[in-house]
């Protein structure tokens, strides 16, 4: 089994992984690479890659720049260009994943192999896998580790706006990725029961959609027990005994009695970590203060000045505290500490001082800090809400609190650093139960079980192989839309056509059309153009090829996951801004297609049109064109898909796939890394395209075919020689005609 993994945002390397260096790595970029480490040990597992960004900036290590980091001898990182090299948060990437889907598509079809699952991280990733598991006809995993619902819940109560929330996040766009994920996917990793119902419970979904609850394990070789430095047979790390005596001389500096146990927080500098209700409770507390000193480890920080206002806000208000309750010589809040040694070995120093980790956060989505703590044989107290309730109960190794309770919290904190049975008991526990239930090598076993049942789409026999031969042998294509694009200036047209006559020995011909297959054998023989290489008609819902328009039955077969088109009539019957279509040919197997009435534009009825399919849990696309017209597809369905099929089908370069058209329904066969060419006589509804600055979309100055020649000259495709070598189509794609 070959799995591939996809985490595109953060800083992602092998080895002294920057834990906390920005919000965007975290928790999750852990996971990823222990997930990806360990299930490459698995007996049924041949290979595992993970995905991610390339990033080519000074300002970070020249590790994340590398195009492929070996993890193993079966596990790579593998690291694609996304956005330019500069390090973006992530909020600023969604504009290039078109781009990222073409290259793992390009890098996966090169390395001829395809995966068994493609496993989505987060919403962003989440949408690339979405479309990389569609291309190769492969099942959908999905694991959002943060959802967007929960966390514009959690801003509008902070006082937040809709709009602020939309500029600086992208909330919005976020969720109704999440929200097409959910709908797509053929099952969804989980780490909680708190996550699944409380986190997923706010979107549409099947109820036949299955929810693995499957709990990340812990590093074991790096968070062993405090008291193993007090075994004289036990062999430890070097890099483990420098990292204590650094910390021990670190924190040292901030005590007067370094000697009293010591009470330890590590997270990000963020609000809704709550870090500032454990400062107050234990500078309001005298007896706190007596019994332990307290350690906080917000993040790494160079200059508080420079960072994001949210993590500013978080340290100021933390110092200030600390002078409020005159908390010198008690709290330490040391600038930086690295992930792989020295937070572990903060774990066994607290532990052995007879200490505990405590954690306030308003809700923790899963609580790995609660796990590595009890894997080191350090008690915890923290929040009650969310994934620490599955931990606590699983290892009884601490107390969960109210953070909103501070009398709770104190009490709670002074009731382990007092009670040494009661420690010893919840430090024995930690140690003991997070090698039964918090291990990588069960979470494995339990993934593989649950993704080895996902079943793929059937193959479909192969036919016309004559038609197979002439596109095979093809190095590049055209694939165009007809009205207003192909058509509309007759002399151009012809002139267009003759060019590709003389470059018909290299170069195929294509039309894409939002008409029906009859429709559009109407709109060629009216024109008199024949020669047709492939049809993408119905919004890219059907595909033919050549004169005798022989269907692509392996499309169709792929189509057919999930769509629910009776229920997606139902639910759009009901709103009456739409008209439904009666022309002829205008529905379709795969097509359902509506009219805008009265006087809505397209911007006010597409969130409303939204809200009406997601009740569906049917997996759809959304197109809207012309500022008129609504088509409903499979998710899986787009002209662009479509046209990313071919390109991989019959192996022919996606930079080399020129794409042709003039209105919205255009879009996704415009963007990403084909040939885009937009005409100059295009809808307004493509103008905000030029915003992408994508090098690979040519604004021709020509109208209709006139346009698609510049096109075609701009991306030098007219030039070949006539003794093209012929080619294979891609061998895992062969069968699907």
């Not at 430095?229 to 420098?242: A, G």
């Not at 109407?522 to 059907?542: C, Q, T």
Request: net charge negative; with cysteine; proline share 4%.
């Amino acid at each position: 089994m070959y799995i591939q993994l996809v985490s595109i945002h953060g800083l992602v390397r092998g080895q002294n992984v920057e834990m906390g260096a920005d919000a965007d790595t975290g928790g999750q970029i852990r996971y990823v690479l222990e997930l990806a480490s360990t299930l490459a040990q698995h007996p049924g597992v041949e290979a595992v890659d993970l995905f991610t960004r390339r990033i080519r900036d000074k300002r970070v290590s020249a590790d994340y720049g590398q195009d492929i980091e070996q993890l193993s001898d079966n596990c790579r990182i593998v690291r694609l260009p996304c956005g330019g090299g500069r390090y973006i948060r992530k909020e600023k990437l969604w504009p290039f994943l078109e781009d990222y889907i073409d290259a793992m598509i390009a890098f996966t079809t090169r390395e001829g192999r395809t995966p068994r699952v493609v496993h989505g991280h987060y919403a962003d990733a989440g949408y690339v896998a979405k479309e990389v598991a569609c291309a190769y006809g492969v099942p959908f995993v999905f694991t959002g580790h943060s959802l967007g619902k929960p966390k514009l819940d959690y801003l509008l109560e902070e006082g937040w706006s809709m709009e602020q929330a939309n500029k600086e996040l992208a909330i919005e766009h976020r969720i109704n990725v999440e929200q097409e994920c959910l709908v797509a996917a053929d099952c969804v990793i989980t780490s909680t029961r708190h996550e699944r119902d409380q986190g997923y419970g706010k979107y549409h979904k099947s109820e036949e959609l299955p929810f693995h609850i499957i709990p990340p394990g812990t590093d074991l070789d790096r968070f062993f027990p405090y008291y193993d430095y007090e075994m004289p047979n036990v062999e430890i790390d070097e890099r483990f005994k420098q990292a204590r005596v650094r910390l021990q001389a670190d924190l040292s500096r901030f005590y007067k009695d370094p000697d009293k146990p010591l009470i330890l927080a590590l997270c990000r500098p963020d609000r809704r970590k709550n870090i500032g209700a454990l400062v107050e409770a234990y500078g309001t507390s005298k007896e706190l203060q007596a019994i332990a000193n307290l350690a906080i480890f917000a993040g790494i920080r160079d200059d508080i000045e420079s960072m994001p206002e949210n993590e500013q806000r978080v340290l100021t208000d933390m110092l200030l505290a600390m002078d409020r309750f005159n908390l010198y010589g008690k709290l330490a809040i040391p600038k930086n500490h690295d992930s792989e040694y020295e937070v572990p070995e903060l774990y066994r120093l607290a532990a052995a001082s007879g200490g505990v980790f405590v954690n306030t956060a308003f809700v923790e989505l899963f609580g790995l800090t609660a796990i590595e703590s009890s894997a080191a044989g350090l008690p915890f107290v923290v929040t009650e809400n969310g994934g620490p309730q599955d931990i606590a109960e699983n290892c009884e190794s601490g107390l969960l609190v109210n953070v909103n309770d501070q009398e709770q919290l104190t009490s709670s904190m002074i009731e382990l650093l007092t009670d040494r049975p009661k420690w010893d008991t919840c430090s024995s526990n930690g140690v003991n139960r997070v090698r039964e239930h918090y291990t990588w090598e069960t979470h494995v076993r339990h993934y593989v079980d649950a993704v080895s049942n996902l079943q793929s789409p059937p193959p479909v026999s192969s036919t016309n192989a004559p038609k197979r031969q002439r596109l095979a042998a093809l190095d590049c294509v055209l694939i165009t839309d007809i009205d207003n694009t192909l058509i509309g200036d007759d002399a151009a047209c012809e002139r267009l056509l003759q060019l590709l006559r003389d470059n018909r020995h290299h170069m195929g011909f294509g039309i894409a059309s939002g008409r029906s297959l009859e429709l559009v054998q109407e709109a060629l023989d009216e024109h008199g153009i024949h020669d047709i290489d492939v049809i993408i008609s119905s919004v890219g819902s059907e595909i033919y090829y050549g004169p005798e328009f022989a269907p692509d039955r392996g499309w169709a077969n792929q189509l057919r996951s999930k769509w629910k088109p009776d229920r997606i009539r139902a639910a759009l019957d009901a709103l009456d801004f739409l008209k439904y279509q009666e022309r002829d040919f205008a529905q379709r197997e795969f097509k359902v297609s509506y009219d805008l009435v009265d006087d809505i534009t397209a911007e006010e009825a597409e969130p409303l049109l939204h809200e009406a399919l997601d009740s569906t849990e049917s997996a759809y696309s959304l197109i809207m064109s012309h500022g008129a017209f609504v088509d409903v597809l499979p998710h899986r369905a787009s002209k662009g898909k479509a046209v990313r099929y071919l390109a991989r089908k019959w192996d022919i370069p996606i930079e080399r796939v020129a794409t042709a058209g003039d209105s919205g329904n255009d879009r996704d066969m415009l963007q990403g890394r084909t040939a885009g060419i937009v005409v100059g006589n295009h809808d307004a509804e493509l103008a905000n395209l030029k915003l992408t600055k994508n090098d690979r979309i040519h604004f021709a100055k020509g109208c209709f075919a006139e346009g698609i020649i510049e096109g075609l000259h701009h991306y030098q495709l007219l030039t070949s020689s006539p003794a093209a070598p012929t080619k294979q189509p891609a061998g895992q794609l062969e069968n699907v005609v």
